[in-house]
Every structure is written in structure tokens, then in C-alpha cells.
């Protein structure tokens, strides 16, 4: 059974990090293509970033360049979303998904003084 | 800001079809194969249609996806109270060099 298990969100305050954490299972997660996607709260999805199976290639939404970065450990089934200067429009849940398809149930990050 | 555009909301009675656009750019949609996602309530999305027509398995036959230039639509026939959701579609953008979601229907099922 395919499963995404998010984890690392929380309460934080403007300007701090906090880095999110993916585990998979149940698929090769070598093979894949895997992303990060977000939704505020009310509001519609977002997709942040997204990284090749060998890391080679890695995308970012605008809003995010500079601040976040994706990366992944093949070795450990994990994909990591380290998100620096933190703002209050950052404020949703975070996805894990894998190539488009499958989705992890998310990890809740606020950003909040 | 969301590059694709949907309808706010889209509603039926049981056993009625209800049909949802998506329309986009020759960046995304006219480039590249979009897909669907249906989101319950309190729920995380789950993928209903991709490459622009096909169905995963476990997604009933009630749901279908086209695509036309630069748009897509999904077309829910049959509807059941279940199928009241958040639907958003989805595509590679070439341009931006990113995914982009469309700005999502609420189905109502009257």
C-alpha cells in the first residue's frame, strides 16, 4: 500500500524555518518524480516545488525562490521541504505527492506572531 | 494567482450531469495533459482523472475528462450526494516551469 506520511509542521513565528518531512512507502520511491503542494486555509491548491528522482532537477513556485528548498534522500524513502524566512502567506497545509497522483495527508504549518 | 480558471461552483440534482471548465493557455493546457482532482470535505485531494481522459482505477465511470486547445472539462454524470466536493484541475505550465492548479468548483448536489 502506497503511503506519505508528512510530518515537522507547527506553530512558528515570522522570519524562523522549520523543515517538513515526507516518508514513503509501498512504491519505489527512487523512480519517482515527488512535490510539495500547499492549501491555506479556505483557500485553493498551491504547488510549491517539485524534484526529479535523482535530484537533478528541482522547480519552485515564485513566491518561495530563495527561501524554500526541496530535496530528497532515496536511500531513506524521504522527501524534505526546509522553508527559511518564514511568513504569515505560508500559512496552510503542506502535501507530500508523489508523480501528480498520490497525495500524503498533510502536516499543518502557521505562521504567526 | 491561479493561472487556470474555473467556475466557483457548479451544482445538480441526483442523477443529473454537471459539467465543469477549465480553461488555461498554450503554455499549459495547450501544451501539456491536465489532470483532475476531487478534494471532500476535511479531506487531502485525490487524483479522479489524468492525462486529460483516463481514470484511475477505483474512479467510477461517472466522472470524464476532455480536452480541447486550451481547455479541459470534467463532466460528473449521474450525480450522487457523495460527489459534493471541491474539484480542481491541473497542468504543467512551460512558461512558468511549474504546475499550476485551476481556482476550483464547489459541487453542490441539491
Known amino acids: 500500500e502506497v503511503q506519505l506520511v508528512e510530518s515537522g509542521g507547527g506553530l512558528v513565528q515570522p522570519g524562523v524555518s522549520l523543515r517538513l518531512s515526507c516518508a514513503a512507502s509501498?512504491?519505489?520511491?527512487?523512480?519517482?518524480?515527488m512535490s510539495w503542494v500547499r492549501q491555506a486555509p479556505g483557500k485553493g491548491l498551491e504547488w510549491v516545488a517539485n524534484?526529479?528522482?535523482?535530484?537533478?532537477?528541482?522547480y519552485y513556485v515564485d513566491s518561495v525562490k530563495g527561501r524554500f528548498t526541496i530535496s530528497r534522500d532515496n536511500a531513506k524513502n524521504s522527501l524534505y521541504l526546509q522553508m527559511n524566512s518564514l511568513r504569515a502567506e505560508d500559512t496552510a497545509v503542506y502535501y507530500c505527492?508523489?508523480?501528480?497522483?498520490?497525495w500524503g495527508q498533510g502536516t499543518l504549518v502557521t505562521v504567526s506572531s | 494567482q491561479s493561472v487556470l480558471t474555473q467556475p466557483p461552483s457548479a451544482s445538480g440534482t441526483p442523477g443529473q450531469r454537471v459539467t465543469i471548465s477549465c480553461s488555461g493557455s498554450s503554455s499549459n493546457i495547450g501544451s501539456n495533459t491536465v489532470n483532475w482532482y476531487q478534494q471532500l470535505p476535511g479531506a487531502a485531494p485525490n487524483l479522479l482523472i489524468y492525462?486529460?481522459?483516463q481514470r484511475p482505477s477505483g474512479v467510477p465511470d461517472r466522472f470524464s475528462g476532455s480536452k480541447s486547445g486550451t481547455s479541459a472539462s470534467l463532466a460528473i454524470s449521474g450525480l450522487q450526494s457523495e460527489d459534493e466536493a471541491d474539484y480542481y484541475c491541473a497542468a504543467w505550465d512551460d512558461s512558468l516551469n511549474g504546475y499550476v492548479f485551476g481556482t476550483g468548483t464547489q459541487v453542490t448536489v441539491l
Open positions: 509501498g512504491f519505489t520511491f527512487s523512480s519517482d518524480w
Open positions: 492525462t486529460n481522459n
Open positions: 505527492v508523489r508523480e501528480w497522483a498520490f
Open positions: 524534484i526529479k528522482q535523482d535530484a537533478s532537477e528541482k
